[in-house]
Every structure is written in C-alpha cells, then in structure tokens.
C-alpha cells in the first residue's frame, strides 16, 4: 500500500509517500480501507521528530491519528463489525496511509446521512472535547465553560458538544472570521484576544463569578488568566502547551480558590481508558452526529500526494476547524 513514511524528521518536505506493506491485523482488530485521514497538531510535532507513538518502534512510522473508511478485513475475535462498514476510528498512529488498523473498540459507525470522508474529522477532536468537558473537566449542564482556541479542531467539537449538553459557552480566538464561526458553532460569547483581554471579558461575561471549566490549550502564557477566570472549585483543562511549557503559578490562587488543574494526553493511554471513553462518547453524543446537531467542522481537504501542503497550511494557524488529507 501507499502511506506517508517518516524516515527523517524536519519540515514538511520529510513527509515522503512509499510503498509498504499492508498492515495484518491481529484478533481484535480491523483493516480499514481509509477514505480519510484529518491531520492534528500533534502530527506536526511527530513530523519534527518530537512526539513519537508510544511503545515499541514501528517498522513504518506513519502519522495520523484517526481515519474513516470501510472495514476490509477482521481479526478472528472481532464480533463487532463486518466487512464493509463504514467506519471512523481512533488511531495511534498510521492514519496517512491507504490501510490502517484499530482495534474494534476504538471504531464507531459512521454517523448516518454523513459522508464516510467526512467522518474521518470525528474522532480525535470529538473524544478529546468530550473527555474534557466531562471526565477530566468534571463539567455539568448549566455551567460556563471557556474554550481557548475556539475555532481549532478541538474547540471546534468542544463548542458544540458544551452547547448541547446545555453548557454556557465563551470562546477565544485570534480572527475575525474565527470569532464569527465560533458564534456560528453555537458560542455565547466570543473574545478576539488581539483586541480584547479574556480574563476582563470572562469576568464582565459571567458577572464577576468566572467559569467553572477552561479547556486550555495555549499553556504557558495564559496560566495565570486562566486560574484568575476560574470560579471557585473550578477546573482547568490542560490538552496542549501551544505556547510553552514552563510556567510559574501563583499557589495562592489555586488554594484560596480551591482550583483543580488537570493535564490529558489521548494518544499515550492505555488502551482500556480508551474504549470507555469511546463507549462513553458514543452513548452520549452518537445521537447528536446522526441528527446533525453536532457536527464534524471542515476546512478543507488535500489529496495525499500534498500531505506537506496540509501541514504548511495548519502551521499557518489560519484553518477553522479540521484539515483532512483523502487517499
Ligand atoms: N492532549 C490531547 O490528548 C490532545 C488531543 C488533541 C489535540 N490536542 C491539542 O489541542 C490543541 C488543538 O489541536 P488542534 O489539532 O485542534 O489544533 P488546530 O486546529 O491546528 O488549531 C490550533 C489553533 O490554536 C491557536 N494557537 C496556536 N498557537 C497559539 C498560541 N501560541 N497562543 C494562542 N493560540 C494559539 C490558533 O488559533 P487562533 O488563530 O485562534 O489563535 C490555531 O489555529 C493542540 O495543542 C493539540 O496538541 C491535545
């Protein structure tokens, strides 16, 4: 099969298409013949050598971490699905390529009514949200979230998925256009940060009380806003580090406050944490996907031969929503 191989790390030229051979699966996996993989930021980071997949070295390292497609083959202990179901799954690694595997717990049925390629925009994005606003956010319906990066993939789902659980939403962004679409995704309240300061903007926003949940994904430079915007109890989000990594906290905050910080990674978990949160996700919200009212959000997609151009294109910071690459 084709697939995206990294055999240096560096710019977007290292993303070199080669031929492989098709993956075999193993007893509880499927093959998926991929219609679409969608790129995440974390694939930029891998590409330059800094995010490597978890455990033992693959003999092919191929990026992309969720794909659509149609099941191809089954492991003899699959009891899931059958050859050709349309499917979207949550991958470790492999997604770029013509075939992937994933074990059938990790795998969903496409959404009714949607396109299979569209699908391939669901996993990661939607279970990184869900996974946020509930496990780790410990969110309830009724309760202000603020969602950093609004217009990202991720704050993409978060909006809509917080909006019809019946969460009060704000939003961040750094665009105009981004602010209209988050309002479009269902935000109550959007702040551009180039021309307005959230912290000031959540406190006018939730009459001084702050926000019981932050999905934060900036790090660094909005720590301290971020603990500041919290409301008593409240819970900060970590799920990515875009500014920078290190950072001094005031303590003080967090105690007076009785703050909660907590740090996700999807990829690096065990496998069992990830199928309860697919099995959760999809008692919840496959509903929503079937009716519409949540919806994968689509940039734009590139064929596989221009895989460098849709990362040149998401480090450009200028995409609302999700990138795909169609194989
Ligand atoms: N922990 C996990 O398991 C997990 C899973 C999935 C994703 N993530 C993380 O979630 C984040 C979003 O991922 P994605 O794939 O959805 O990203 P994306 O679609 O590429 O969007 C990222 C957006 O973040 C904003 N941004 C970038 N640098 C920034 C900075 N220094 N300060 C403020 N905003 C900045 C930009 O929007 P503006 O123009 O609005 O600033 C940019 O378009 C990434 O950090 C990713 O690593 C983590």
């Keep these: 099969m084709k697939a995206v191989v990294l055999e240096s790390f560096g710019g977007p030229e290292v993303l070199a298409i080669r031929e492989v051979p098709d993956p075999v ?3 509880e996996e499927i093959r998926i013949r991929v219609a679409a993989s969608a790129l995440n930021r974390a694939d930029l980071l891998e590409r330059q050598g800094f995010y490597p997949p978890p455990g033992r070295k693959p003999a092919f390292q191929i990026p992309g971490l969720e794909v659509s497609g149609w099941v191809d083959a089954v492991g003899d202990r699959v009891t899931r699905f059958l050859p050709g179901d349309a499917v979207m799954a949550l991958l ?26 569209e699908a391939a925009a669901i996993p990661e994005v939607f279970l990184t949200a869900f996974d946020g606003l509930y496990a ?15 217009a990202s993939g991720v704050g993409s789902a978060a909006i809509q998925l917080a909006r019809q659980a019946g969460f009060r939403v704000a939003a961040t962004v750094g665009s105009q256009r981004k602010l209209e679409a988050c309002y479009a995704f269902g935000a109550d309240r959007v702040i551009n940060y180039r021309t307005e300061t959230f912290r000031e903007a959540v406190a006018e926003w939730s009459g001084g009380e702050g926000v019981n949940v932050i999905l934060d ?4 430079q909005y720590l301290e806003d971020n603990l500041l915007s919290l409301a008593p109890e409240g819970t900060m989000v970590l799920i990515g580090t875009l500014s920078g990594s290190a950072a001094s906290i005031n303590l003080g905050i967090v105690l007076a406050r009785r703050l909660k910080i907590h740090g996700t990674a999807l990829r690096s978990r065990p496998l069992e944490q990830k199928m309860a949160l697919v099995q959760a996700f999809h008692h919840q919200a496959a509903g929503w996907l079937s009716s519409g009212a949540v919806k994968p959000v689509i940039d ?12 040149r294109y998401m480090e ?3 995409n609302i929503g999700k990138i795909l690459v169609q194989i």
């Design 217 to 220: 994904f900036v790090g660094q």
């Design 25 to 27: 699966p193993g007893p």
């Design 92 to 117: 470790t690694g492999g997604g770029y390529a013509e075939y992937a595997l994933s074990h059938e717990r990790l795998a969903m049925a496409v959404p009714p009514g949607l396109p299979v390629v």
């Design 316 to 318: 450009s910071n200028q």
């Design 136 to 150: 780790r956010g410990g969110g309830k319906p009724g309760d202000r979230v603020l969602v950093h990066a609004g």
């Design 300 to 311: 734009r997609a590139y064929p596989l031969a221009e895989v460098a151009d849709a990362h």
